[in-house]
């Protein structure tokens, strides 16, 4: 990896993880996102130039390597610059791919649950004494981080299934939290899914760990031929935890025999302090305050029908009595279309519900697919379900709730605003 690196949307959580880990091994690191967010104000404050907005003029002279997110096309202005300037490019997947292929690695993996899992493995290893270095796909607040620094030869590390990208690194350890369909603009179904796991398994040398459900019916098929020792994470015991929900526990017990697979030598009774103790992370069912009704509010990254359904469940157990108001935004024209009888079953469980207009991100319109059709859904499911279409309107609605409520704002987007807003 060369020395001097430029970072082409630098304040997505994975690429501004890349960017500290870089200047961590001593890169000189500058890079560009289109707005300002909490992640590029944590770059700044570590000293890591981050521009506003993406203009050629941004490349230092100098650079070496340009790195984009997924996020970043082929015709964005400093990718068009740096070509012209024989500027060579890698993706996300491919730089972090480079890195993990000199460090003993731990991927962590799964449709639901991959952030709260690294979250937890980090700071196991921290607190025990291995000094891994981690890239985790939120900031957790254990180490206000997405990043944590430590020794050279030793990478926890989120991984996504989507475009393939957990076959980019070559892990010793692979957790698979669990498998189900998601990506919808990229896996046609269930299977094409299993297919991305299954061929990310048996990368895994027979020296290495598989850390999984291997009675999960969905993840069984993946391990027929696999090499490495299997280990099923639901037989660990795992202590009581300051987060919500049965998934967590799942999470915790993926974490632990992680944890054990890489360091036999390691204490349990550690390992479940250092579980108890954990904080978790930025929008993954984060408290933020009460609106002046009193209705306590939490946002939430949840943007798939089983993440849903399980926040709200959990959410209900954690509350008793409590209202549950949920403020949805719905992630990807494509997501929301395949899964639409998914997303509405799951709102349904909520009290009330209001949808926001759908977050397109990467993708182009698509008419045949919105908020009012998602609400109209739910409305059939048996929920008491709306469609509002701007973040305005969802705030005013929300500050009529009660101090008997509990409001949850959810989804990948930008919906944590409206939390913001909100509360106190």
Not at 66 to 74: F, V
Not at 76 to 93: D, G, L, T, V
Not at 312 to 327: D, L, N, W
Not at 362 to 385: F, H, K, Y
Request: aromatic residues 8%; glycine residues 6%; contains cysteine.
């Amino acid at each position: 990896m060369p020395k001097n690196i430029y970072m082409v949307g630098i304040g997505g959580i994975g690429m501004s993880g890349l960017a500290q880990l870089l200047v961590h091994q001593g890169k000189r690191v500058s890079g560009s996102d289109r707005e300002e967010s909490p992640t590029t104000h944590m770059l700044a404050e570590k000293g890591i130039n981050v521009a506003i907005g993406h203009d050629w003029r941004n490349i230092p002279a100098g650079t070496e390597l340009l790195i984009y997110s997924d996020a970043i096309h082929a015709d964005n202005a400093e990718r068009i610059r740096a070509h012209e300037m024989h500027i060579p490019e890698m993706s996300y997947f491919e730089a972090l791919g480079e890195i993990s292929r000199a460090m003993r690695t731990i991927a962590v993996a799964g449709t639901h649950g991959k952030t709260t899992t690294t979250g937890m493995l980090a700071k196991i290893l921290h607190d025990a004494g291995a000094a891994p270095t981690a890239i985790i796909g939120s900031i957790v607040r254990d180490f206000e981080s997405n990043f944590l620094a430590g020794r050279p030869d030793l990478l926890v590390v989120e991984a996504c299934e989507y475009r393939d990208h957990v076959l980019k690194l070559s892990p010793e350890i692979l957790v698979i939290n669990n498998i189900e369909l998601d990506h919808t603009d990229y896996f046609p179904n269930l299977e094409a899914v299993q297919k991305t796991f299954r061929i990310a398994a048996e990368k895994v040398p027979a020296y290495g760990y598989i850390i999984t459900d291997s009675r999960d019916p969905d993840i069984a098929p993946i391990l027929e031929n696999v090499s490495a020792r299997v280990i099923d994470y639901m037989q660990t015991e795992v202590p009581e935890l300051t987060l919500i929900g049965e998934f967590n526990r799942a999470n915790a017990k993926a974490a632990k025999a992680a944890a054990l697979a890489a360091f036999p030598d390691i204490d349990e009774s550690s390992i479940d302090e250092s579980l108890a103790n954990f904080k978790g992370s930025w929008r993954r069912f984060e408290y933020r305050g009460e609106t002046p009704q009193g209705a306590i509010v939490y946002d939430d990254y949840a943007h798939h029908p089983t993440s849903i359904a399980k926040t709200i469940t959990a959410a209900r157990a954690r509350f008793p009595g409590r209202r549950i108001v949920v403020a949805f935004h719905p992630h990807l024209y494509s997501r929301t279309k395949a899964l639409m009888q998914e997303f509405a079953s799951a709102l349904a469980t909520a009290d009330f519900a209001i949808v926001a207009p759908i977050y397109a991100a990467r993708e182009a319109l698509d008419p045949s697919v919105s908020n009012e059709i998602l609400a109209a859904a739910a409305r059939r499911a048996g929920g008491r379900v709306i469609a509002l279409d701007s973040f305005d309107d969802i705030r005013d609605r929300l500050l009529q709730e009660k101090d008997d409520t509990l409001i949850i704002t959810m989804g990948a987007g930008d919906i944590y605003k409206v939390a913001e807003q909100i509360a106190d």
